[in-house]
């Protein structure tokens, strides 16, 4: 069974940073696209981060576009998501998953697997 499972969030000051993980277990997701979703409380789940099997092409949202960073250790089946200059509106749950396909989409639809999520909170 393939499961995903994500660490690293926690609470952190504005303009402070996190690195969050995405630890894969099971069958390898290193042909997998992957990609990091949040979900704030009363909100959608929305797309953050996007990365393909190879890193070669990585998509961001605007709205975290130049502070974080999306990258993969397919030796480590590992994903990351490194956060910097945090700010309190990226307060939510970070959900990491996985697209069958190699190329990465900012279509949630898209996606196959799901990890459970870790909250990140940004305080001001």
């Known amino acids: 069974q393939r499961q995903l499972v994500e660490s690293g969030g926690g609470l952190v000051q504005a303009g402070g940073s996190l690195r969050l993980s995405c630890a894969a277990s099971?069958?390898?997701?290193?042909?997998?696209?992957m990609g990091w979703f949040r979900q704030a409380p009363g909100k959608e789940r929305e797309f953050v981060a996007a990365i393909s099997w190879s890193s070669t092409k990585t998509y961001y949202a605007d709205s975290v576009k130049g502070r974080f960073t999306i990258s993969r250790d397919n030796t480590k089946n590992t994903v990351y998501l490194q956060m910097n200059s945090l700010k309190p509106e990226d307060t939510a749950a970070y959900y990491c998953?996985?697209?069958?396909?190699?190329?990465?989409?900012?279509?949630?639809?898209?996606?196959?697997?799901w990890g459970q999520g870790t909250q990140v909170t940004v305080s001001s």
């Open positions: 099971g069958r390898t997701l290193s042909s997998y696209a």
């Open positions: 998953a996985a697209d069958t396909d190699p190329y990465p989409s900012w279509n949630i639809n898209d996606y196959d697997y």
